[in-house]
């Protein structure tokens, strides 16, 4: 059966390292509410693909039919237009049990449907990109949007430890955290250099960022800066906080390259349940047991690999 679509739907592609599966399926979740095994999800929420650091490529569905030839009708009987467009195949790689489509093929099909849609087509700046896809023998078109990755420029800031999160990393925990960011108040009061502010910042994120070292806020003012941000770092514990926010977001100093105490964590998770209604906590340590006593409940979770080097991510409402 053919569709015309009345209803936004919005199909995603992803892409991601081996050792991002568990964090990918948690952003999903943290977007969707649900998550996939495969490499695609099928969502009538909008979510700019440039957001996260897993998104390839969003195609909002106008059209969904058994055939190609099928499309093709659609789009002459709907009378298809745009100022300038042009045509883009996302079948350059495997897409669940769908198989690639050949480069030729794509082509093809690309200047196949071009030729259908009135207006002036434009490979190099277009008004429009229509999207095109074939998922489990059905074909979907719709206006096309390509992710950017905006995290990759901030990986050359001008400060960074080699103990920080990496920008992917930064980008997918700040969208756990705050998956929709209207009227919503962050903060990181254990920003360090500022790696997930920054992220958080460049995605419109309203965050604040706060540590006790102030040569390190010193440089994490200096990364804002660096991307043309605006945002706040101020010097001093977290104990010293007094405002309210809807979500707090901490990388947990490690023992292993501080000489904070277990008694010094523990206070700066107790200080967090005062501030906030939300926790992500990333922890190199097991410790369900102490966000338990502080009268947060762990609503979902995960573990990022660097290496040999563990990461825990826990979301604590």
Same mark, same amino acid.
């Given at each position: &059966?053919?569709?015309?679509?009345?209803?936004?739907?919005?199909?995603?592609? =992803?892409?991601?390292?081996?050792?991002?599966?568990?964090?990918?399926? $948690?952003?999903?979740?943290?977007?969707?509410?649900?998550?996939?095994?495969?490499? =695609?999800?099928?969502?009538?929420?909008?979510?700019?693909?440039?957001?996260?650091?897993?998104?390839?490529?969003?195609?909002?569905? $106008?059209?969904?039919?058994?055939?190609?030839?099928?499309?093709?009708?659609?789009?002459?009987? &709907?009378?298809?237009?745009?100022?300038?467009?042009?045509?883009?195949?996302?079948?350059? &790689?495997?897409?669940?049990?769908?198989?690639?489509?050949?480069?030729?093929?794509?082509?093809?099909?690309?200047?196949?449907?071009?030729?259908?849609?009135?207006?002036?087509?434009?490979?190099?700046?277009?008004?429009?990109?229509?999207?095109?896809?074939?998922?489990?023998?059905?074909?979907?078109?719709?206006?096309?949007?390509?992710?950017?990755?905006?995290?990759?420029?901030? +990986?050359?800031?001008?400060?960074?430890?080699?103990?920080?999160?990496?920008?992917?990393?930064?980008?997918?925990?700040?969208?756990?955290?705050?998956?929709?960011?209207?009227?919503?108040?962050?903060?990181?009061?254990?920003?360090?250099?500022?790696?997930?502010?920054? *992220?958080?910042?460049? $995605?419109?994120?309203?965050?604040?960022?706060?540590?006790?070292?102030?040569?390190?806020?010193?440089?994490?003012?200096?990364?804002?800066?660096?991307?043309?941000?605006?945002?706040?770092?101020?010097?001093?514990?977290?104990?010293?906080?007094?405002?309210?926010?809807? +979500?707090?977001?901490?990388?947990?100093?490690?023992?292993? =390259?501080?000489?904070?105490?277990?008694?010094?964590?523990?206070?700066?998770?107790?200080?967090?349940?005062?501030?906030?209604?939300?926790?992500?906590?990333?922890?190199? *340590?097991?410790?369900?047991?102490?966000? *338990? *006593?502080?009268?947060?409940?762990?609503?979902?979770?995960?573990?990022?690999?660097?290496?040999?080097?563990?990461?825990?991510?826990?979301?604590?409402?």
């Amino acid at each position: &059966m053919n569709k015309l679509k009345t209803q936004s739907t919005y199909i995603y592609t =992803y892409v991601h390292h081996k050792n991002e599966h568990d964090l990918c399926r $948690m952003e999903m979740r943290s977007f969707f509410g649900f998550d996939t095994q495969q490499n =695609y999800l099928f969502s009538d929420l909008a979510v700019d693909p440039s957001r996260s650091p897993f998104m390839e490529e969003r195609l909002e569905v $106008m059209y969904e039919a058994e055939t190609i030839s099928d499309i093709k009708n659609l789009i002459k009987d &709907m009378k298809v237009s745009a100022s300038s467009y042009k045509v883009y195949c996302f079948n350059r &790689m495997d897409i669940g049990e769908t198989k690639k489509i050949p480069h030729p093929e794509r082509r093809l099909m690309e200047r196949e449907l071009g030729l259908i849609i009135n207006g002036e087509p434009d490979l190099d700046n277009p008004e429009i990109v229509f999207g095109l896809v074939s998922i489990n023998n059905r074909w979907y078109f719709g206006k096309h949007s390509k992710s950017v990755s905006v995290w990759r420029e901030h +990986v050359h800031k001008p400060n960074s430890y080699s103990t920080a999160l990496n920008t992917r990393v930064a980008r997918a925990i700040a969208n756990i955290a705050v998956p929709d960011p209207i009227e919503i108040r962050a903060i990181d009061p254990c920003c360090g250099i500022g790696t997930v502010v920054v *992220e958080a910042l460049s $995605m419109g994120i309203n965050i604040e960022g706060r540590d006790i070292n102030p040569i390190v806020c010193k440089g994490a003012r200096e990364n804002i800066a660096y991307f043309n941000l605006k945002g706040t770092i101020t010097k001093g514990p977290i104990s010293e906080v007094n405002d309210h926010y809807d +979500v707090c977001i901490i990388d947990l100093p490690y023992n292993l =390259y501080t000489h904070i105490s277990r008694e010094e964590q523990i206070d700066i998770i107790k200080q967090a349940r005062r501030i906030s209604d939300k926790c992500l906590i990333v922890t190199i *340590e097991t410790i369900d047991d102490l966000i *338990e *006593e502080v009268g947060f409940k762990i609503t979902d979770c995960c573990i990022t690999k660097k290496h040999l080097f563990v990461r825990q991510i826990l979301l604590c409402e």
